[in-house]
Nanobody, 122 residues
Framework: QVQLAESGGGLVQAGDSLRLSCAASGRTLKNYAIGWFRQAPGKEREFVAAIDWIGGNVLYANSVKGRFTISRDNAKNAVYLQMNSLKPEDTAVYYC???????????????WGQGTQVTVST
């Protein structure tokens, strides 16, 4: 099993940018598809973006398409989520997750990090 850790969250203003990182320990990330999900208080965990193991296939939720970019650097054993033009509705705990195949539902991923808080103020 791969251990995941997110970093890069914080408090920003609307319109600002943040880059989240997902790092792995225990195993290399290069064999895994990685998904980013987020969960706001009182809401269900929702899909944000995903990338396959080689980086050739990426998926985005409609709500973040054109603003967020997922990428990976297998040499650094890390996956990134660049978030631009942040909105207050992007406020949530962001999680990265890993599994064999790329997917858009949280049930498709068996390895999860602890999450990092992103707060976007008006």
């Amino acid at each position: 099993q791969v251990q995941l850790a997110e970093s890069g969250g914080g408090l920003v203003q609307a319109g600002d940018s943040l880059r989240l990182s997902c790092a792995a320990s225990g195993r290399t990330l290069k064999n895994y598809a990685i998904g980013w999900f987020r969960q706001a208080p009182g809401k269900e965990r929702e899909f944000v973006a995903a990338i396959d193991w080689i980086g050739g296939n990426v998926l985005y939720a409609n709500s973040v398409k054109g603003r967020f970019t997922i990428s990976r650097d297998n040499a650094k054993n890390a996956v990134y989520l660049q978030m631009n033009s942040l909105k207050p509705e992007d406020t949530a705990v962001y999680y990265c997750a890993a599994d064999q195949f790329i997917g858009t539902t949280h049930r498709e991923y068996n390895n999860w990090g602890q999450g990092t808080q992103v707060t976007v103020s008006t």
